[in-house]
């Protein structure tokens, strides 16, 4: 009969008691979930906008909505020539058709099944808009409306298609919004779109735009451009315009001593004309 080895039963037992111990302890984390970046939501005007968080900049800023860093620079032409963005800065990121506003359900009625879905075939509409941008942050806000006058045309690339409009004050009485200047049956393709603004302004965005356009999609573009009379005068060139005392004096100094010279001069001449034949010069 064969006799079992104390120590190494013992050793087997106490090894066995602490994995039984150990085990409800153990778990398995899973992997880190990665963090959703949340899609910003166009605004009633059609802007989507993006509100800068810590650790951003350009480049991450346009890889997270899908856009290059010169597109993200077409539509905030006021970053600097580093790109340099600021937390709680907004940023437009991408354009989209405007809000309209809600229309009242209608009860669905049944239809019989299409036999085969077939391509949409049509045209497109674009529409712009040149707001009075009253802070000049290329940012139109809800009292930011529309400039009449503004020459806006709009040409495909490959010349097939070039029309033009003038932009309008007039406001929306239904939705509270800028009426838009909109070319309507507009072929797909790709578009620029260049603005003019009227006299009187200067524009706070860049005035050209490229666009391509599908079949039934509905473009919205925005222009900022502000009053001249709201941007404030060159110190330098109000100094200019007005009278300088230091002028004045400088001038004034300069007459009383051609004064003093000519009189010099007179006074030196003089005697020698007069006492030529004076009794004075005989004796």
């Known amino acids: 009969m064969k006799h079992w080895n104390t120590p190494l039963i013992g050793f087997f037992l106490f090894t066995l008691a602490l994995l039984v111990i150990a085990l409800p302890s153990l778990r398995v984390d899973a992997a880190p979930r990665q ?3 949340a899609t910003a939501t166009p605004g009633p005007d059609g802007r989507i906008l993006y509100t800068v968080v810590e650790g951003d900049n350009c480049s991450s800023i346009a890889l997270k909505h899908g856009i290059t860093v010169d597109q993200l620079r077409q539509f905030n032409t006021r970053l600097d020539e580093n790109c340099t963005v600021t937390i709680g800065q907004q940023l437009i990121v991408g354009l989209a058709a405007p809000v309209t506003a809600p229309t009242a359900p209608v009860t669905p009625t049944p239809t019989p099944p299409a036999a085969a ?7 497109t509409e674009v529409c712009i808009l040149l707001f009075n941008d009253l802070n000049g942050d290329a940012l139109r806000q809800p009292d930011e409306l529309g400039i009449e006058g503004g020459a806006v045309s709009l040409t495909n690339v490959n010349g097939s298609y070039s029309q033009t409009q003038t932009t309008s004050s007039a406001v929306d ?4 919004e800028p009426v838009r200047s909109c070319f309507t049956d ?3 393709g790709r578009y620029n779109i260049s603005m003019a603004v009227p006299d009187g302004y200067n524009p706070t965005m860049a005035l050209t735009y490229t666009l391509d356009v599908k079949a039934g999609d509905r473009a919205s573009v925005d222009f900022g451009a502000q009053a001249k009379t709201v941007t404030l005068q060159d110190p330098a060139a109000e100094q200019s ?13 300069l007459l009383l001593g051609g004064l003093g ?3 010099f001069a007179y006074r ?3 005697p020698q004309s007069k006492l030529k034949g004076s009794p004075l010069l005989k004796r």
């Open 35 to 37: 963090q959703d970046f």
């Open 117 to 123: 879905p077939t391509p949409f075939e049509g045209t």
């Open 173 to 176: 009485p239904d939705l509270l």
């Open 186 to 188: 507009v072929p797909p």
């Open 241 to 253: 315009g007005g009278r300088s005392p230091a002028l004045g004096i400088f001038g004034l100094l």
């Open 261 to 263: 010279l000519g009189y």
């Open 268 to 270: 030196a001449n003089r």
